[in-house]
């Protein structure tokens, strides 16, 4: 609220015009899809939403983004499942359970992979972490096959699984690194009381700590999700392009919004490029709708805050 100074409504307004440039970006980008997007999406021939085809440089133009939604959605679920617990564990270990010189040297290293490029992991994932993935699929398909997703008898090294591993591992120091400024917030004193009661460590985690970073650890998931959602250089390179939904996760196919539009925009012709635009909408509207989740459930959860 400002006082009336003048160094206060100068920074009154320089914060409000912050904000409203940045509404102001936001908006220009979804006037811009929608405004490609639309020539693209009148000569289209298919349901662009249900359809599994994408063949927009043929005439007539035919594509859906149903495959692409499946693959963008179930690879970033896949790494999410992974990632989560690990990076909180990680977290809480720093945070709790280590040594501080130990603590300082494994935190520095998990926030040095949010430094490493997609294009790394992308080669790690198609070179070293593919070679692995046969043995991996054949023991989730042994032990899981009764669920459709892990049921195959031919698992493939370039799966939508290995795009999801890759993912989490891209997502993990993200998730890891806000959960842990998060732990640290909490009050010493609840810590302490809770010691004092004559509770465990773990004991006090799970009443003084989780309780209070419930929304943080929300919120470090939602951008967590938000990265493996538009990540594009590392899935393209893992991902082998097989046309159709494959609802198993271990054979080999799959693709993604931002995989596609990496792999086909050099060849598109101009109803092509459209339709690309119209998928880069959609994954738009998605992770607008993962962020605005993720502020009502952290808003939900404000009085821990």
């Known amino acids: 609220m400002s ?7 100068l920074f009154v307004s320089a914060a409000r015009g912050s904000g409203l440039i940045v509404l102001a970006i936001v908006a220009a980008i979804a006037v811009f899809l929608i405004w490609k997007a639309i020539p693209a999406l009148r000569e289209n021939e298919a349901s662009f939403l249900t359809s599994e085809e994408w063949n927009p440089n043929a005439n007539p133009a035919e594509f859906g983004i149903a495959q692409l939604a499946y693959g963008t959605i179930m690879s970033s679920l896949i790494a999410m499942v992974i990632a989560t617990p690990i990076a909180i564990g990680i977290a809480l270990f720093i945070s709790f359970y280590a040594p501080r010189r130990l603590a300082s040297g494994l935190g520095y290293i998990v926030d040095l992979l949010a430094a490493v490029p997609s294009i790394v992991y992308g080669l790690w994932g198609l070179i070293f972490l593919s070679e692995y993935m046969d043995d ?3 023991f989730l ?5 009764w669920i459709p997703l892990f049921s195959t008898d031919s698992p493939g090294r370039n799966s939508m699984f290995a795009a999801g591993v890759v993912l989490a591992i891209m997502i993990l120091p993200i998730i890891s690194s806000i ?3 998060v732990f640290l917030q909490v009050p010493q004193a609840n810590v302490e009381a809770s010691l004092a009661l004559g509770a465990t460590r773990w004991e006090m985690i799970r009443m003084s700590v989780l309780p209070y970073g419930r929304s943080g650890m929300i919120g470090a998931s939602m951008l967590g999700l ?7 250089i590392a899935v393209a390179m893992v ?11 271990l054979e080999n ?3 993604t919004f931002a995989a596609n539009i990496a792999n086909s925009f050099a060849e598109a012709s101009e109803t092509g490029r459209g339709a690309l635009v119209a998928s880069g909408l959609v994954l738009f509207v998605i992770t607008l709708l993962v962020n605005m989740a993720a502020r009502a459930v952290v808003a939900r959860r404000k009085e821990f805050v």
């Open 3 to 9: 006082t009336g100074r003048a160094g206060d409504k």
């Open 136 to 138: 991996a699929g054949e």
């Open 141 to 145: 398909s042994t032990l899981l096959g």
């Open 179 to 181: 959960s842990r400024e």
């Open 226 to 232: 938000g990265r493996a959602l538009g990540e594009t």
């Open 239 to 249: 991902l082998t392009f097989v046309p159709g939904i494959n609802w198993s996760i």
């Open 253 to 255: 196919g799959g693709n």
